[in-house]
């Protein structure tokens, strides 16, 4: 029985970096699912309307999404971008007063919802590398 526990856990140690690796491959989303991001971005997800085409906020600093400025609801990452986009931000949780609705006022789908926080993060990413 030791014999088997042992190599279980062995297994699941070894496990652990492809565990990292297919989290973090996972994280990368492809230019498809990013293309198709921006389109919802600009139209029918009504993201342009607060947060502009560029993500220079047009509400105020705080719907800029900027990559030198610090998240304020959540860590940057894929998952967390898709749970504040789904969410929305109340006015409990805005730091500015400015709330966001769930899924910004819009009827997107989940799917559609993965695809914008895709661009939304690419656009990010690319702003701080070109910087």
Known sequence: MKWVTGISAALAVAAMPLATANAQQAETPDS??????????????????????????????????????????HDGSLEAIIAVIKAGIDDEKSSSGIVMPPRGGSRITDEQVRQVAAYVQQVLHRRKNAQ
């Open 32 to 73: 498809a699912t990013v293309a198709a991001g921006k389109e919802i971005y600009e139209g029918r997800g009504m993201c342009v309307s607060c947060h502009g085409r560029n993500g220079e906020g047009i509400l105020g600093p705080t719907t800029r999404l900027d990559a030198d400025k610090k998240w304020l609801h």
